[in-house]
């Protein structure tokens, strides 16, 4: 089942190829969950799943305490009314004016399917800024929530950097990294996830942890562009690479071939 949210980087095509490399435990841990892709299309017992970006994870935690209640909240913002250039911009004001979480985690997912690309960006106080999509019938994902809906009942989600989730992590764990990517060009620029950049100085620190984990016993699976700073960064670890078609230009109106890889780290 593919994920609710449009997001950048998302793993829906490669979910299959991830699972060969997952070994059985007792808990999936996501440290940058996104949409959910692999969270989607896997059944483990229990789930970690964490993110930094606070919209995003509230409007999960609404939905998994909520269900079929929520799903009927936003509805009504998926109205043809709201489909309009105006209507999106005041709705995105109220967005990033509102105190009240419930609405603003629904606006976030109007946000999400009527704004440019599905982007998720943010100004440097904070605001969303993403520009008005001219979708035709922006589709207003119901089953695709149920089925997040379900399979979240055996999952906690939170808010919190990779490092701080990483380390609660124990044995029964599997984790899988999906880090913002390593830019392929000076000029493509993966890092605007939200208000805060993710730089070699993270990428380094992913693959420390990666490897400290592994030695306690719990495989860690990171997904990044195969670049061969990255096979450094990565070099306690199996390297499996494939090619894949994905957006990789800027304006995101480019699609490319680009080299990825899995690294596996294990005992
Ligand atoms: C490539 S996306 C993950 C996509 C996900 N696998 C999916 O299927 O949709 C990377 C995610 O990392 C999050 N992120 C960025 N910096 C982070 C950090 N320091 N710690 C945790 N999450 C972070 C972003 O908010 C974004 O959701």
């Known amino acids: ?5 449009k997001w950048a980087g998302n793993k829906y095509k490669l979910v299959e190829r991830i699972k060969t490399l997952l070994p059985p435990g007792e808990r999936l841990v996501e440290p940058f969950v996104g949409s959910g892709a692999l969270f989607l299309n896997t059944d483990y017992p229990r789930y970690l799943l964490s993110d930094t970006n606070a919209d995003l994870i509230v409007l999960y935690q609404y939905l998994q305490a909520e269900g079929e209640a929520f799903i009927n909240y936003c509805r009504p913002l998926f109205a043809p009314e709201n489909n309009d ?3 999106y911009y005041t709705l995105r ?4 004016r509102t105190n009240d979480s419930r609405r603003k985690s629904a606006l976030f997912l109007y946000l999400n399917k009527h704004g440019y ?3 998720c960006r943010y100004n440097r106080k904070g605001g969303f800024n993403v520009p008005f999509g001219r979708y035709k019938r922006p589709y207003f994902p119901e089953a695709e929530m149920h089925h997040f809906a379900q399979q979240a009942r055996h999952a906690i989600f939170q808010q919190a950097n990779f490092v701080a989730t990483m380390a609660t992590c124990q044995s029964g764990d599997v984790v899988y990294c999906d880090p913002p990517y390593v830019p392929l060009t000076s000029t493509a620029n993966f890092t605007s996830y939200s208000a805060n950049g993710f730089g070699w100085a993270e990428q380094q620190e992913l693959a420390r942890q990666a490897t400290k984990l592994a030695q306690r016993g719990v495989p860690v699976i990171i997904s990044n562009h195969d670049t061969e700073e990255v ?14 078609r994905r957006f990789i230009s800027c304006n995101g109106d480019k699609r490319e071939k680009a080299a990825e890889l899995l690294a596996l780290f294990s005992s």
Do not use: C, H, S, W
């Open 1 to 5: 089942m593919k994920p609710f949210l």
């Open 85 to 87: 250039r105006d209507r």
């Open 93 to 96: 004001d109220e967005f990033n």
């Open 117 to 119: 690309n599905g982007l």
């Open 231 to 244: 096979r450094q960064v990565y070099e306690a670890a199996e390297i499996n690479t494939f090619e894949v």
